[in-house]
């Protein structure tokens, strides 16, 4: 099991941006897709953008498409989410995990956008 431990999180004014980064010191993330989730107060966890094992491919949920970009470096072990224009409803506790293989969920990062 994949042990993922995610940082950035902060609190930022509507229009802010922040990194976000998810990292294991295990074992390689490489041959892994891995995706970025959050949880909103009082919501369920949903997912919000994933990538391919070797970034060729990822996806995003329609309400971040244009202001987050994931990207990954498999040579640092390391996944990022550059996340811009954030906005109220982006406040959230924000996971990483392997989208069709999750693993135990880390403790996450908050988002907290307010003015």
């Known amino acids: 099991q994949l042990q993922l431990v995610e940082s950035g999180g902060n609190k930022v004014q509507p229009g802010g941006s922040l990194t976000l980064s998810c990292r294991t010191s295990?074992?390689?993330?490489?041959?892994?897709?891995i995706g970025w989730f959050r949880q909103a107060p009082g919501k369920e966890r949903e997912g919000v953008s994933w990538i391919s094992h070797d970034g060729s491919t990822t996806d995003y949920i329609d309400s971040v498409k244009g202001r987050f970009t994931i990207s990954r470096d498999n040579a640092k072990n390391t996944m990022y989410l550059q996340m811009n224009d954030l906005k109220t409803e982006d406040t959230a506790v924000y996971y990483c995990n392997v989208p069709n293989n999750l693993q135990p969920w880390g403790e996450g990062t908050l988002v907290t956008v307010s003015s």
């Open positions: 295990q074992y390689t993330l490489e041959y892994y897709a």
